[in-house]
């Protein structure tokens, strides 16, 4: 699936493309490359913000015109110029929105662990997907126990995960999605204290002050715009906001104001961003707890899965509109 040019405005299946192109089986003699051929990738919200042409330098490179779209992906080793890497050796990391990847660096690819799991928690709950959610919550909230958190698209990927790492933490939950069955989710599989569909709502900032009288002490940002702004009116002094994503910002041209932003003065907040790309290397650590939360039954995860490489333009784009429910995948191949 290549990037037709950079993209402005809403994302449409126009802008991206699948072509058809022969693989080479082998790896380049000399060359220290894996061939992959792909099981799983990703679709991931940050996908939009690559497409776009940065005129800063941004924190991770904009996709060129014409070239290949990037993504994460579980794959199976099927050639091998590396020492560490084997025929054979599943492998997840960045790869190509293709069938076949050759991966020129794959010292930056985790070989799968734990092959007691579906392979497809590689692409969620234990790969990128959930370390974003241990090391926002984790690391960058550090809550206590009894902690009043709010979580923004709560059903989805990460914010199903940070719902439970808080139950686990002894935290009180609320979780806000995009339809009563993501509501009804949050409540009954993922363990949220309570939830609300926020299309339905009519007064968001009356709907805060009665899931949290108290006021918030944590909120976990996946959506940015009118959340963010009606949240600064509903954190308690002192409360944390920990920026994950602003996935309602995507598609805009000009980012929509905060109209709220001085209650960061009045009422002390600390408001954080983090990049789960600066947490790669306590993988492993999380990997660990992470599958012991799973064997343990302290973590759930729902999975949205569809299939066929044709299919990952509109799936992309569906996470836009919340088409998907849970973690957003696509099947490219059997083994
Ligand atoms: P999700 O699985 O949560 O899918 C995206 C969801 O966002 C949709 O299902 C939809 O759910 C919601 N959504 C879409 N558009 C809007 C909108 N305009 N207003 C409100 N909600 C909207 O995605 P992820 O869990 O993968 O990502 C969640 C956030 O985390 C994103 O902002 C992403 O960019 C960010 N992220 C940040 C990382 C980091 O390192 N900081 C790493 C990975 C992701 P609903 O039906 O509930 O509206």
């Known amino acids: 699936v290549i990037l037709k040019g950079h993209v402005t405005g809403v994302l449409t299946e126009d802008d991206m493309e699948l072509v058809t192109a022969a693989v080479g089986i082998a790896v380049p003699a000399g060359s220290t490359a894996v061939l992959v051929k792909i099981l799983y990738l990703s679709v991931d919200p940050y996908m939009r913000i690559r497409m776009r042409n940065h005129l800063e330098p941004n924190y991770i490179p904009d996709f060129v015109p014409g070239e290949v779209m990037a993504t994460l992906g579980v794959s199976k080793v099927v050639a091998s110029g590396h020492p560490d890497f084997k025929t054979g050796d599943h492998v997840w990391g960045m790869m190509g929105c293709e069938e076949y990847t050759l991966v020129s660096h794959p010292e930056s690819l985790f070989k799968i662990n734990h092959p007691e799991f579906p392979l497809s928690y590689y692409i969620g709950v234990l790969g990128m997907t959930g370390l974003s959610a241990y090391a926002g919550f984790f690391d960058v909230a550090k809550p206590k126990k009894g902690d009043y958190v709010f979580v923004s698209a709560a059903s989805g990927a990460i914010g199903q995960l940070v719902g439970q790492l808080a139950k686990i933490k002894g935290c009180y939950v609320v979780g806000s999605a995009g339809s009563d069955e993501k509501v009804n989710l949050l409540k009954t599989k993922f363990g949220f204290d309570d939830a609300f569909n926020y299309k339905k709502e009519q007064d968001l900032n009356a709907t805060l002050k009665r899931c949290f009288p108290q006021g918030i002490d944590i909120y976990f940002e996946n959506v940015g715009g009118a959340m963010l702004d009606t949240v600064l009116l509903n954190m308690r002094i002192r409360g944390q906001i920990v920026a994950c994503g602003m996935i ?26 983090f990049i789960v790309l600066d947490y790669f290397g306590t993988y492993r650590k999380f990997e660990e707890e992470m599958a012991g939360y799973i064997k343990e039954g302290k973590i ?3 999975e949205d899965v569809a299939e066929g490489i044709e299919n990952v333009p509109a799936e992309l784009i569906g996470l836009f509109s919340g088409s998907n429910v849970g973690k957003k995948l696509v099947i490219i191949a059997q083994e």
């Open 248 to 273: 309602s910002q995507y598609n805009l041209e000009r980012p929509e104001g905060i109209r709220n932003l001085f209650s960061i003065v009045t009422k002390r907040i600390r408001m954080e961003g």
């Open 300 to 302: 759930a995860c729902v």
